[in-house]
């Protein structure tokens, strides 16, 4: 059907039943909701913004009655493509669902809409004492539904673990329509399939999250942020056996390297409080229980590994000012990158223990293929979760740029393979990570996500092409 006559039947169907507002129609305003993070992008044939669970339903019907493919979409922070347009889809974005319940401090609960901002969440539940533990550097901006849909991971994952930990009710609406609740917040239910485990990381191909039923933890007693300069990887992993050792809780124990120290003090136009440079840099995180105990003996673990020979150099955040300071040089990471020049990036993930001898083998790959381009390395250490980042050099045209990247992804998938790790830790598979999944997934495996994805969307309608292919390509 061609794409106006489309475009004028689904408007039909809708007409009278869903309110004008709800619908963006032009090119300019629906633009943006093409694309994501990733900066790839496509033309939506529409944009719908519900404010309802009825209108989500609604919308979906009639896109299903009349077969036009539908992205579901967030805050659009993604850097794997899973909220990108590709074949004139329709959009339905969650962001206008964003309201709150009061928090359930008894039951440490809270739910939420799918459109409601991560750190709107965290300050929501912070009045009770309580949080929900995803944190992210784009917190400000993402959405829980996102959040859901994508598993996503973050800086404390060492301590909380990833977003299927802190979900334990979804209301989801599938292609045709159906509204449906799973699990209706329950702690335990023991009676068949975990739907919601299945929802969790899915990409929006099985059906639309447009509420969740959070779990909430306490809030941290009293955080302190460290940050250190080593010579190199091997110090980080001492560094992190030492603070596994330590007389605290780790919350996050983040790496990165001088190459992206130096970007972000570029685009912050500050330097670091360190008065000595490494080749790696640490954050750490942490929590200490209540009293003045664990306060000194805070500073006695401090005091000895200052005094070890592979610290160059370490500081103890004064302040709060001083702590964000220094979770400015890690969050920053990412957008300054971005602003150097293109990025092709590299979402790994290995056990902790085999996570320094997978980054030095990829790093000497990268290095032994002379690319046009340079290799920046950061993370999360404590999680075995290294993001690669390959920069283009300037002196390189984009053509040689993608040509090297691809000969370099050839190459690093086996080595992921060969280390037992995964090439999507934290940022899903979207469009950008489908190769590896067919690499990765045994057929059996794959024969079973076809037939997930078909249960749920007969018509094979939401997120087309994300995740994997409904073809086998094998
Ligand atoms: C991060 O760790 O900062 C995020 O995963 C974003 C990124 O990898 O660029
Ligand atoms: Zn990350």
Redo the contacts with the bound molecule.
């Keep these: 059907m061609d794409l106006n006559l489309k475009r004028q039947k689904l408007l039909d169907a809708l007409q009278g039943k869903i309110p004008q507002d709800v619908i963006l129609l032009s090119l300019e305003d629906c633009a943006p909701y093409g694309g994501d993070w990733t900066r790839l992008t496509g033309k939506p044939l529409l944009v719908f913004l519900p404010k309802t669970t009825e209108q989500v339903s609604l919308i979906l019907k009639s896109c299903n009655q009349l077969k036009i493919p539908v992205v579901p979409s967030g805050g659009r922070t993604g850097?794997s493509g899973g909220a990108v347009v590709t074949q004139s889809e329709v959009v339905l974005s969650l962001s206008r669902m964003n309201q709150m319940s009061p928090v359930d401090v008894l039951g440490r609960t809270v739910r939420v809409q799918a459109g409601a901002i991560t750190e709107s969440v965290h300050e929501h539940c912070a009045r009770e004492g309580l949080l929900w533990p995803i944190d992210?550097?784009?917190k400000g901006t993402c959405e829980v539904g996102g959040n859901l849909s994508t598993n996503a991971?973050?800086?404390r994952v060492i301590r909380y673990g990833m977003v299927r930990r802190w979900v334990s009710g979804l209301q989801i609406v599938t292609m045709n329509g159906d509204v449906i609740e799973l699990n209706r917040g329950l702690e335990k239910n023991n009676t068949g399939y975990d739907l919601i485990q299945l929802m969790v990381g899915s990409e929006g191909t099985l059906a639309v999250i447009t509420e969740a039923t959070l779990k909430l933890a306490r809030l941290p007693h009293k955080e302190h942020v460290l940050f250190f300069a080593v010579p190199d990887l091997e110090s980080v992993s001492e560094l992190f056996s030492r603070a596994r050792r330590g007389p605290f809780e780790i919350l996050a124990f983040e790496f990165f390297s001088q190459r992206c120290l130096k970007a972000v003090e570029t685009k912050l136009h500050r330097k670091s409080k360190l008065s000595k440079s490494g080749e790696f840099y640490v954050l750490m995180e942490i929590e200490l229980g209540p009293g003045s105990e664990p306060e000194a003996l805070l500073e006695d673990w401090l005091s000895q590994v200052l005094e070890a020979d592979f610290i160059l150099d370490g500081l103890l955040a004064q302040s709060s000012a001083e702590k964000k300071e220094v979770w400015g040089l890690r969050?920053g990471?990412?957008e300054s990158?971005a602003l150097t020049n293109e990025v092709r990036?590299y979402?790994t993930s290995v056990a902790v223990t085999n996570i320094v001898g997978f980054v030095n083998e990829a790093s000497r790959l990268f290095h032994s293929m002379n690319l046009g381009a340079e290799l920046y390395l950061?993370?999360?250490f404590g999680d075995g979760s290294p993001?690669l980042?390959v920069v283009r050099r300037d002196t390189v045209d984009h053509k040689t740029y993608v040509e090297d990247c691809d000969r370099f992804e050839k190459e690093l998938y086996p080595l992921i393979k060969k280390w037992g790790g995964s090439a999507s830790s934290?940022?899903g598979v979207g469009l950008l990570k489908k190769s590896w999944v067919e690499m990765s997934r045994t057929s059996e495996e794959m024969a079973l996500f076809r037939a997930i994805k078909t249960a749920f969307d007969p018509n094979h309608l939401l997120n087309p092409g994300k995740i994997f292919n409904l073809l086998s390509t094998g």
């Design positions: 850097l992210l550097a784009s991971g973050g800086v969050e990471i990412t990158i990036k979402d950061f993370g999360h993001h980042n934290e940022h």
